[in-house]
T-cell receptor, first 116, second 113 residues
Framework: NAGVTQTPKFRILKIGQSMTLQCTQDMNHNYMYWYRQDPGMGLKLIYYSVGAGITDKGEVPNGYNVSRSTTEDFPLRLELAAPSQTSVYFC???????????????FGEGSWLTVV | DQQVKQNSPSLSVQEGRISILNCDYTNSMFDYFLWYKKYPAEGPTFLISISSIKDKNEDGRFTVFLNKSAKHLSLHIVPSQPGDSAVYFCAASAVGGADGLTFGKGTHLIIQP
């Protein structure tokens, strides 16, 4: 009953360092997403993927990269970490059929990232 | 410009009473609406949803009402319980839209004993 699993849970980075947030789902969902949530704000979409090999930018993609080599995995890469990337990151997934109907998204537990 | 708005950052309700959380949206293309519940240090969990072809959806103690003409939806929790204390996010999507959900900023519901 794992659902969406993301690691690490907590991480402190120095400015300019790089890291990868890992995300995997076992629900055979075709869509996967990365969101970030800043204090007092809603969740904002960073990147999403509609299937293996296909990724697209969301609302706040700058400073991030993603890849989707398998249906299950959707890692988020931070290059040259900046203090503005201090946030909580949520990976999520959903199943959408061909007509891209109602989209109920399921979230992981979150990764707390601090850049100092 | 915020397309989904939750204008109450927090709401305090006595245990056993009704909690009403409100949400407004501006994008007329939205036709599917969801509520998520979030505890501290956890991810959001899906609570209940409603399609634009309906004006009400009920699941146990939770009911969501949709007023399309006013672009307004609300979540009713009856009766409120201590475990309902959490942040509630309203979210919306457009059927056929390629990207993910658009979220409001959330309302922190506090259930007082």
């Amino acid at each position: 009953n794992a659902g969406v699993t993301q690691t690490p849970k907590f991480r402190i980075l120095k400015i300019g360092q790089s890291m990868t947030l890992q995300c995997t789902q076992d629900m055979n969902h075709n869509y996967m997403y990365w969101y970030r949530q800043d204090p007092g704000m809603g969740l904002k979409l960073i990147y999403y993927s509609v299937g293996a090999g296909i990724t697209d930018k969301g609302e706040v993609p700058n400073g991030y990269n993603v890849s989707r080599s398998t249906t299950e995995d959707f890692p988020l890469r931070l290059e040259l970490a900046a203090p503005s990337q201090t946030s909580v990151y949520f990976c999520a997934s959903s199943y959408r059929n061909r007509d891209r109907g109602r989209n109920t998204i399921y979230f992981g537990e979150g990764s707390w990232l601090t850049v100092v | 410009d915020q397309q989904v708005k939750q204008n109450s950052p927090s709401l305090s309700v006595q245990e056993g009473r009704i909690s009403i959380l409100n949400c407004d949206y501006t994008n007329s293309m939205f036709d599917y609406f969801l509520w998520y519940k979030k505890y501290p240090a956890e991810g959001p969990t899906f609570l209940i949803s409603i399609s634009s072809i309906k004006d009400k959806n009920e699941d146990g103690r939770f009911t969501v009402f949709l007023n399309k003409s006013a672009k307004h939806l609300s979540l009713h929790i009856v009766p409120s319980q201590p475990g309902d204390s959490a942040v509630y996010f309203c979210a919306a999507s457009a059927v056929g839209g390629a990207d993910g959900l658009t979220f409001g900023k959330g309302t922190h519901l506090i259930i007082q004993p």
